[in-house]
């Protein structure tokens, strides 16, 4: 059987990639699992100086999800160049390094550097608040993706995957300012705006009073925009919202996923990427599937 695929230019074993936020820069799973065996590693949300994040609580738990408001708190750039990537290139997967920033400016420079580095690819995540347009993110509209996509395109010569926001109206609209822009792919959904009150004190469960809904409730919402936005751009999607499963995996690369990310799954237990990649062998093997790319898309419509 053939598993692998190309996911924008990114040669992967296999489709299964582990989310950016939930599997850090890949140390403490290390323990758990073999990280060869993953098809890719989208590290947590990098950015060009370090971040402390939000004060706590940060993460809540919720039916069927969780939401988050870490605030992409990370070690910054050199950090990862000096520390991590040496580390991480020690695996045999690819490494795909999300980049956020809070202004046009910050993002060339973080991708100006990630250029001279031995990553595979970025994913550019743009729901990154704009502060220089009253903390809107930079995904919520065609011009703001385009503006920013195409000014770290001048810099970036490796893979570009632009991460898209679902707190959207219509997800393809962003999703074509990537593509008119010159991304070599999508990555989607981000999480969900959400909010979770403690009916005892009367309170936001979060300190940021809202976050990101994430985990299997999101799944269904998660595979219809993966739908729509295959339907509308010519370039890979990376497929994510809600996957525990090998089963789910496939879900999204009917859809029209070319590679899928695991994020909230993480977190219920450190096998269920490596499970999952024993699940989308064990769907080929049933339905006498050879490779892998004959299912991406290929959900029959009623």
Known sequence: MN????????????????????FGYGREFAEYIDLNKLGGIVTKGTSLKPRPGNKPPRVCETTAGML?????????????????????????????????????DEYVELC?????????????????????????AFGTTYEGVKNVTSQVRKVLDKPLIVKLTPNVTDITQPAKAAQDAGADG???????????????????MLANNTGGLSGPAVKPVAVRMVYQVAQAVDIPVLGLGGIVTGDDAIEFMLAGATAVSIGTGNFISPEVPVNAVKGVEEYMKKYNISDINEIIGAVQMN
């Open 3 to 22: 598993t692998e695929v190309n996911l924008a230019g990114i040669k992967m074993k296999n489709p299964i990639t582990v989310a950016s936020g939930t």
């Open 68 to 104: 988050n408001a870490i605030g992409l708190q990370n070690p910054g750039v050199e950090h990862f160049i000096n520390e991590d990537l040496p580390w991480l290139k020690k695996f045999d997967t690819a490494v795909i390094v999300n980049a956020c920033g809070s202004t046009i």
């Open 112 to 136: 100006r550097i990630l250029n001279k580095t031995d990553i595979d690819g970025v994913e550019l995540n743009l729901s990154c608040p704009n502060v220089k347009e009253g903390c809107l």
């Open 186 to 204: 999508v990555s989607l959904i981000n999480t969900l705006l959400g909010m979770s009150i403690d009916i005892h004190k009367k309170r936001p």
